[in-house]
């Protein structure tokens, strides 16, 4: 079983940064793909980014690509999205997923474990 407690959601002003975290619990940590996800009320939960379960393989959703990273720390149980350059349209409710596996995962079928959420609203 895994748990997944995110943090580090807030308001910030068009083109600044945010960094979120999530912090996760499990025996086998290391051996889970990560990924982040996000949702508003108008839309359903899309793909942000993914991390293999080493860290050398990284995937983004076209519209975050090139202003968010994805990063990960084994050793602390711990996955990161960096966020750079943000926008109104990031303005959503952000999750973190893990799944057991190696392979990087985009969609959110792929995914057993979910974080609660934590909010970023970007003001224009």
């Known amino acids: 079983q895994v748990q997944l407690v995110e943090s580090g959601g807030g308001l910030v002003q068009a083109g600044g940064s945010l960094r979120l975290s999530c912090a996760a619990s499990?025996?086998?940590?290391?051996?889970?793909?990560m990924g982040w996800f996000r949702q508003t009320p108008e839309k359903e939960r899309e793909f942000v980014a993914t991390?293999?379960?080493?860290?050398?393989?990284?995937y983004y959703a076209d519209s975050v690509k090139g202003r968010f990273t994805i990063s990960r720390d084994n050793a602390k149980n711990m996955v990161y999205l960096q966020m750079n350059s943000l926008h109104p349209a990031d303005t959503a409710v952000y999750y973190c997923?893990?799944?057991?596996?190696?392979?990087?995962?985009?969609?959110?079928?792929?995914?057993?474990?979910w974080g609660q959420g934590t909010q970023v609203t970007v003001s224009s």
């Open positions: 499990g025996r086998t940590w290391n051996s889970y793909v």
């Open positions: 991390i293999s379960w080493s860290g050398a393989g990284a």
């Open positions: 997923a893990a799944e057991r596996g190696v392979a990087l995962a985009t969609t959110r079928s792929e995914y057993a474990y």
